[in-house]
């Protein structure tokens, strides 16, 4: 009845499924991403999070302000 299942079991055939299921995720990852410029928008706006000074005032808080508005926005 479950003869199908040793066809995983099988190192060859459990790499290409793993193989398209990763696949499928990632252009599926890759189509919701900029399937929204709203959100396209939002997520670029974090790529410099990491290299905002703290020693600036008002620097981090408007920033991450600026952050929390933009997931505002978006929902």
């Known amino acids: 009845m ?20 990763f696949f499928g995720a990632f252009c599926g990852i ?3 991403l900029f399937s929204n410029r709203r959100r396209g928008e939002r997520l670029e706006s974090y790529k410099n999070i990491p290299f905002l000074d703290d020693d ?3 620097g981090s ?6 952050v929390k508005d ?5 929902d």
């Open 61 to 66: 808080a408007a920033s991450s302000r600026k």
């Open 30 to 32: 890759v189509i919701w």
């Open 2 to 21: 479950f003869d199908w299942l040793s066809w995983f079991t099988r190192l060859d055939n459990s790499k290409i499924f793993s193989l398209v299921l």
């Open 70 to 74: 933009n997931e505002r926005n978006d």
């Open 56 to 58: 600036q005032p008002g």
